[in-house]
């Protein structure tokens, strides 16, 4: 009896200790870790539109998809689930460039120009008189981009081309990509743009400045609208052209140079759902080969969608064209360049 007693006493005396998986552990760290970022992605996109909610709806319930989703009105939107998951991996932006710059620092200096630091032995000051400055040129017709044999009679009745934009605030600036200021955003490209087409060219346009993104998923449809008013009042151009920027992240894809002046590089956009489609084919294939032709590094590509947004306005005209100048990582005067060269394309379509 006593040793029974020993013997109870002594298992007391034996903690039970509690079975930590660790693997356990581990996971829900990676899943908790996972979920922050994911909230990250969420909260800095600046994207419009929640494409990457609306198919996660459309996997989960097919009769959205079939009977309530409109493609066009995602057409534009880079969100989508597959993007959130490589950005949530960090594997969105996985390049051997980036690869190099984490592992050697010194490569980590170099930028998106191409520019690094250099190291010097011997640091020394520059005084402001031993500097030789000259006055920043902004004539196009002192470049290469400049044909004078191109330019006629300037008539301003009857305007040839239209421009706007239906995506008013897109901004040339990564810390602020939407604003107002036509300094630095797609307005102020347009400016530049009907500018060296009237006064080198002799090509009357209208260029449109009305704000269409009150409401962004709406803004073709205040835009068609704007292209309505003109169209009644004037009749048909010979080219109406919706000019855009990218949202390209990679700054190296869409900068090229242009007889020694860095310039962003220009994507055409068509949509198959319009009513005119082989007819802005053909016109946007046209621009396309003249840009080429002239400017070899400029033009990216004709990105053509199955259905865009209200066909992004192209069933109003057979001269309906869609580009969009650089993206929101390059400079104002990277995309003015563009403007200029573009310019020089449109006069040897038209005045020729």
């Known amino acids: 009896m006593i040793r029974s007693l020993k013997k109870y006493e002594n298992n007391k005396k034996i903690k039970i200790k509690p079975n930590i998986n660790i693997g356990v552990v581990v996971l829900i760290l990676i899943i908790s870790i996972l979920f922050i970022r994911l909230g990250n992605v969420l909260k800095s996109n600046r994207e419009r539109g929640a494409f990457a909610y609306v198919q996660l709806l459309n996997l989960g319930m097919p009769v959205i998809e079939s009977q309530v989703y409109d493609e066009g009105s995602y057409t534009e939107n880079r969100l989508s689930l597959k993007n959130v998951f490589l950005e949530v991996l960090g594997l969105k932006n996985l390049s051997y460039k980036g690869i190099i710059q984490n592992e050697i620092s010194f490569f980590g200096e170099i930028g998106d120009e191409g520019t690094k630091s250099t190291f010097t032995f011997n640091p020394f000051q520059i005084s ?8 920043a040129n902004n004539d196009s017709k002192n470049t290469k981009i400049y044909d004078g044999s191109l330019k006629k009679q300037l008539n301003k009745s009857k305007p040839e081309i239209l421009i706007y934009h239906s995506h008013t605030t897109e901004n040339y600036n990564a810390a602020e990509p939407e604003s107002l ?4 955003n797609v307005v102020g490209v347009g400016d530049v743009l009907s500018k060296e087409l009237e006064e080198n060219y002799g090509i009357a346009v209208l260029h449109d400045k ?3 993104c009150i409401s962004y998923n709406d803004s073709y449809t205040r835009s068609g609208e704007t292209v309505d008013k003109y169209l009644k009042q004037y009749g048909d151009f010979k080219m109406i052209i919706d000019l855009h920027r990218d949202s ?10 242009i007889y020694g002046m860095s310039a962003a590089k220009v994507m055409f956009v068509n949509a198959k759902n319009s009513t005119r489609y082989d ?3 053909a016109l946007t294939e046209k ?5 080429s032709e002239l400017f070899p590094t400029l033009p990216i590509k004709i990105l053509t969608y199955n259905r865009g947004k209200n066909a992004f306005n192209q069933s ?5 064209l869609l580009f969009e100048i650089g993206s929101h990582t390059n400079t104002p005067e990277e ?9 020089r394309v449109i006069a040897e379509i038209i005045n020729k």
Not at 181 to 184: K, P, V
Not at 248 to 257: H, I
Not at 335 to 343: G, P
């Open 248 to 257: 390209v992240e990679d700054k190296s894809v869409t900068t090229t140079e």
């Open 181 to 184: 200021n036509e300094n630095t």
């Open 316 to 320: 109003k005209s057979d001269g309906c």
């Open 128 to 135: 402001e008189e031993s500097i030789s400055k000259l006055p």
């Open 210 to 212: 009305t704000d269409h």
């Open 279 to 281: 007819k802005n084919k």
């Open 287 to 291: 621009v396309f080969s003249k840009t």
């Open 335 to 343: 995309c003015k360049v563009t403007a200029e060269c573009m310019a």
